[in-house]
């Protein structure tokens, strides 16, 4: 009897691990795009930088939930 968990249980939890990390940097960019833009900054980022920060941060959560549903039906 072995405690490791299969392969296959071990890519989705890779996958709800870095769905999660990129979505918590994919969010705070984008926080950040808004904060810097509604400031009115001379730094901020364009328009298409915002929105591809927005987009990313739905693709790293929508990966995170495919990897917990692929565990969870596991179980």
């Known amino acids: 009897m072995t405690l490791l968990p299969s392969r296959s249980t071990l890519r989705a939890a890779a996958f709800v ?5 990129g979505f918590a940097v994919s969010f705070t960019m984008t926080g ?4 810097w833009h509604m400031m009115g900054s001379r730094h901020s980022f364009s328009l298409q930088n915002g929105v ?12 995170a939930l495919v990897g917990g549903i692929a565990i969870a039906r596991r179980r």
């Open 52 to 63: 591809l920060a927005a987009l990313f941060t739905g693709l790293f959560a929508l990966l």
């Open 32 to 35: 950040q795009w808004i904060r």
């Open 17 to 21: 691990v870095l769905g999660t990390a």
